[in-house]
């Protein structure tokens, strides 16, 4: 027996339609939601200010002479406007140590980042795409290979470049940067290769493109922002490196970390020429970082999206 309810009775009946998929808001997402983004963006604006300070600070006390930065601290700029002075940077363009070391360090930091970022790319590109035995091995090796520290193969490699006469010359320095700079570059790389869709590798195959053809006009466009990010992370390791460089490299070849560790006084900081003289090879890195920002942003937010 079916019964039947009267018009107002369907009418005023109430039917729940259940809710599903909505998240549930945590504490702490419903507490920003409440600042609102104007104060997030007020706190992100403290928080790069208080990040920023020790460089401010180095920057002041590069344009103090060595009398006032031993007397007080940078922050006193503030009431004595008339300490500024760029005769620290005029003794440093005076130097010629200083910038011997400077462009030894370029002549290491360049070509360790363009090896490395060729080699890996092209390493990674084999162990994503390319079918051949034993290739899962050599992966687990590389991986393997990233646990080694650097300090177990400085005295062995010290040996071996002493034996075909590459210690203390900048063809060794940059040899040891891109052997350990290059295990982190393929595991990076190819965990970005392996995210790239197949079927645009299996198009451009069927459509007769050899392999070295897949990887210059498939792959590495799509790889940019890998690329961007491994370039940042391998100029930024060798260009602050000070172990390697004080191991292998004489004083002809000595990069900026090593010159400017070899100008403390005896009895004095040498703040003057030391914070002149960070401060100058601290400029370069950054404006790589900022080149290469759009892309390096682009990689970090990839990885999420996968």
């Keep these: 027996m079916t019964t039947v309810l009267p018009r107002e009775a ?37 928080v790069a200010l208080f990040w920023l ?33 760029l005769k620290n940077y005029a003794d440093l363009a005076g130097n010629e140590a200083i910038w011997q070391s400077f462009l030894n360090t370029v ?6 980042t363009v090896l490395v970022v060729v080699i890996s790319s092209l390493a990674a ?10 290739r899962d091995w050599l ?19 010290a040996k071996l470049f002493g034996t075909l006469g590459l210690f203390g010359t900048i063809t060794g320095v940059v040899l040891f940067h891109v052997a350990f700079g290059l295990p982190f570059a393929v595991f990076l790389l190819r965990n970005f290769f392996t995210g790239i869709p197949v079927d645009l590798v299996e198009a451009a195959r069927m459509d007769g493109a050899t392999e070295w053809v897949v990887f210059r006009r498939v792959v590495l466009p799509i790889a940019k922002p890998a690329l961007a990010s491994l370039t940042i992370f391998q100029f930024l390791w060798v260009w602050n490196d000070l172990l390697v460089a004080l191991v292998f490299a ?12 070899s100008q403390l006084r ?32 682009q990689g970090v937010l990839a990885g999420s999206t996968k």
């Design 139 to 157: 992966t687990v090796g590389v991986v393997g290979l990233l646990v080694m520290p650097i300090q177990v193969a400085l005295i062995p490699v």
């Design 107 to 112: 002549y290491i930091a360049v070509p360790s």
């Design 266 to 297: 005896q009895f004095g900081a040498n703040i003057d020429l030391l914070s002149t003289g960070a401060f100058l090879s601290m400029v370069v890195p950054l404006a790589v970082f900022l080149a290469f920002q759009k892309y390096f942003v």
């Design 10 to 46: 369907r009418s005023s009946q109430v039917v729940e339609v259940p809710v599903t998929g909505s998240p549930k808001r945590g504490p702490l997402t419903r507490f920003i939601g409440k600042l609102g983004n104007g104060a997030v963006q007020v706190g992100l604006a403290l």
């Design 53 to 85: 300070m020790p460089v401010f600070g180095l920057l002041v006390a590069s344009l103090r002479g060595e009398q006032a930065n031993t007397a007080s601290g940078w922050w006193t700029i503030f009431t004595r406007p008339a300490e500024i002075t």
């Design 125 to 134: 590109y084999a162990l994503s795409w390319i079918d051949f035995p034993g």
């Design 250 to 261: 004489d004083q002809d070849s000595a990069p900026i970390t090593v010159a400017l560790r």
